[in-house]
Structures are given as structure tokens and as C-alpha cells.
């Protein structure tokens, strides 16, 4: 199984939990793991995040896109530092 395909799930199941917290949740999960010398753990909370801002973002250009009628395209993912 690829990285993303253990990323997405827990990112879109954080989304349904925390609904609009989920991307500052993920965030403080990454930095206490971060600060508590977890780096593989931070790393992994990072992708999450990244993934729980796409996926927010994926929701707001949904809705304004059925309320403009025009299908949505999905953005390309960069893994990273939580910005």
C-alpha cells in the first residue's frame, strides 16, 4: 500500500471528525509530535495536514462550483512543512 493510500483515509476521516478545526487539529498534532522529538511521527501528521487542506479546499471549490454548474479538478499534492 503507498503512503498516500494510509494518507488520504486518515485525512478524510479527521475531516469528518473535526469538520472545520481539522485542518488547525492536524496542525497541533504535527507540532506536539514535532516539539516531542517524534520526528517520524510529525512527518507523517504533515502529510496529513497537507492532505486535510486539499480536501477543505476540494469542498469550498465544490460548492462554488455546483452553485456555478462547472465540474471541479482535483489540485496536485506537495508534501512539506505545515503553511
Known sequence: M???AKIF???RKFVERFGKD???EARK???ELENAGRADGSATWVLIYREVKVLMMDDARRHEALAA???VKRETRNHGTCR
Open 2 to 4: 503507498t503512503e498516500h
Open 9 to 11: 483515509p486518515a485525512a
Open 22 to 24: 481539522a485542518l488547525t
Open 29 to 31: 498534532r504535527a507540532m
Open 69 to 71: 454548474g462547472t465540474r
